[in-house]
């Protein structure tokens, strides 16, 4: 089993900046890889950075240029920094982590983008 802990969501006004950090805990030594999706109510979860054990890194379309994520596999934490925030980045944020195949979630942070 893994455990993700997520921190540092909130209310923020339009082109201000986050910073959202997940700390796995658990059988964490073959977890593959990490990242943060988001989620609306009514709509899909989707993916918005990846990190993997080898330092391999995904950002979804919509946040390049404003999102960074890293990460040391060495502590299983994730670090997601969102500068530039806009309204449509109003989500509630998920840690994942894959481990073996299986996906683990944390609870979720809410970020609201005021404009």
């Known amino acids: 089993q893994v455990s993700l802990v997520e921190s540092g969501g909130g209310l923020v006004q339009a082109g201000g900046s986050l910073r959202l950090a997940c700390a796995a805990s658990?059988?964490?030594?073959?977890?593959?890889?990490m990242g943060w999706y988001r989620q609306t109510p009514g709509t899909q979860r989707e993916m918005v950075a990846t990190?993997?054990?080898?330092?391999?890194?995904q950002i979804a379309e919509p946040v390049k240029g404003r999102f960074t994520i890293s990460g040391g596999f060495a502590d299983h934490t994730v670090i997601l920094q969102m500068n530039n925030l806009r309204s449509d980045d109003t989500a509630s944020y998920y840690c994942?982590?894959?481990?073996?195949?299986?996906?683990?979630w944390g609870r979720g942070t809410p970020v609201t983008v005021a404009s």
């Open positions: 658990g059988h964490i030594s073959n977890i593959d890889s």
């Open positions: 990190i993997t054990k080898n330092g391999n890194i």
């Open positions: 994942n982590a894959n481990w073996l195949g299986y996906q683990f």
